[in-house]
């Protein structure tokens, strides 16, 4: 018998049984189907949950950052270079904890995440002072230090502080798009590869009025980018609510320096103070 003619013969058998057989066999067979992949699906996330559950509790620091991070194969110098130090970290925290709220969910927003550091120890921070707090923020995950795909690291960095759930991470520039800082890269090819959502901020504003109680800004350093941001930036900032912008350092970064200067003179805001990383300002009710 040629292997047409027995195609032949099974099709036509198959007909004649589907023919005899309920067509409610089918349709069981086909939930028992699904029942199974649900079944198995709901099996491997307990599992995750379990695992994730075992190593709950790691407590943030800049040096478990650093740790954790290394391991994942990025330089830990690197790490610490591209961060906000810890003293600087906990400079900023008195203040949240002088200045903010206690009895209410607190919300910020974090510009330029980097690795994650500074966002992993503000997101501790509000969540530890309120557990509904969130922090929501804004990077275009593009290559900085010579790291690719940072949010990758990120992600895995809140993950394993147990932050992820009090977060919402934007991909998106502030503003417009801008030019990469790693200057060995071909900005022609480089700028259409980065192309992200641009104009987040107008998009918040649009969408939440003026909801954050903390702005932190360590994103493009570039002074006339980073004034734009701040203009914007006023109009999504509470009364009472504060402005901590990084590198506020008159020798390594003096555009950004001035900036903060002029803001700790401007009526709409009061400075708080500065430890030579870090400055901070709080935003005045209005009169």
Not at 206 to 224: L, Q, S
Not at 229 to 240: C, D, G, N
Not at 273 to 279: E, F
């Amino acid at each position: 018998m040629s292997a047409w003619v027995a195609l032949a013969m099974r099709l036509r058998l198959r007909k004649a049984v589907g023919a005899l057989v309920p067509r409610g066999y089918d349709d069981l067979r086909a939930r028992r189907g699904r029942d199974h992949v649900l079944a198995m699906r709901d099996r491997r996330m307990a599992t995750g949950r379990a695992a994730l559950a075992a190593r709950a509790g790691v407590t943030f620091s800049v040096e478990e950052s650093a740790r954790f991070l290394a391991a994942r194969g990025l330089d830990a110098d690197q790490v610490r270079d591209g961060s906000v130090p810890q003293a600087s970290l906990d400079y900023a925290g008195s203040l949240v904890a002088s200045e903010l709220p206690r009895d209410r969910p607190l919300l910020a927003l974090h510009i330029g995440n980097f690795v994650g550091v500074s966002l992993a120890y503000l997101s501790a921070l509000l969540t530890d002072r309120h557990p509904g707090s969130r922090v929501v923020s804004i990077d275009p995950n593009v290559v900085h230090r010579g790291v690719e795909d940072p949010a990758g690291h990120v992600f895995a960095l809140l993950d394993h502080f147990g932050l992820l759930a009090g977060n919402l991470v934007i991909t998106g520039y502030t503003l417009e798009q801008n030019v990469n800082e790693e200057y060995e890269l071909d900005p022609a090819v480089s700028y259409e590869a980065e192309r992200r959502p641009e104009h987040v901020l107008r998009s918040l504003a649009a969408w939440t009025g003026k909801p954050f109680d903390v702005v932190f800004i360590d994103g493009n350093h570039d002074g006339r980018y980073l004034e734009r941001e701040i203009a914007q930036l006023r109009q999504l900032l509470r009364p009472s609510g504060l402005l901590i912008l990084d590198d506020v350092d008159e020798a390594a970064w003096r555009m950004v320096a001035e900036i903060f200067d002029r803001l700790a003179s401007d009526e709409a805001f009061e400075e708080l103070g500065r430890d030579g990383r870090l400055g901070i300002l709080r935003m005045s009710r209005p009169s």
